[in-house]
């Protein structure tokens, strides 16, 4: 799959999450990306999104690409946890 061009984070004022955009919607493969992460994370998933644990962050990936990363406040943070586990 081709890196999109940019992706915008916001934090979420008072969750300890940020959210993150990217430039524009990706299909991700659920399946594809929990058998990926087996062995390194927690991971569970439906047809709408995908949960995974890594203490002390959680990143809640939608269908679309779009993710919340809760356990930070920081951006670059949340942005390299984005590129590390999920990398679409």
Do not use: W
Not at 10 to 22: E, F, H, K, P
Not at 49 to 70: C, D, H, M, Q, W
Request: proline letters at 2%; glycine letters at 6%; aromatic letters at 10%.
């Amino acid at each position: 799959m081709d890196r999109p061009r940019e992706t915008q984070a916001v934090t979420l004022c008072g969750r300890n999450a940020v959210q993150i955009y990217l430039a524009e919607d990706r299909h991700v493969n659920f399946k594809s990306l929990a058998e990926r992460l087996s062995g390194q994370a927690e991971v569970k998933f439906n047809q709408y999104l995908l949960n995974i644990r890594l203490k002390p962050y959680e990143i809640t990936l939608f269908n679309s690409g779009r993710a919340i990363v809760k356990g930070t406040e920081d951006v670059g943070r949340a942005k390299s946890l984005y590129a590390q586990y999920v990398g679409i």
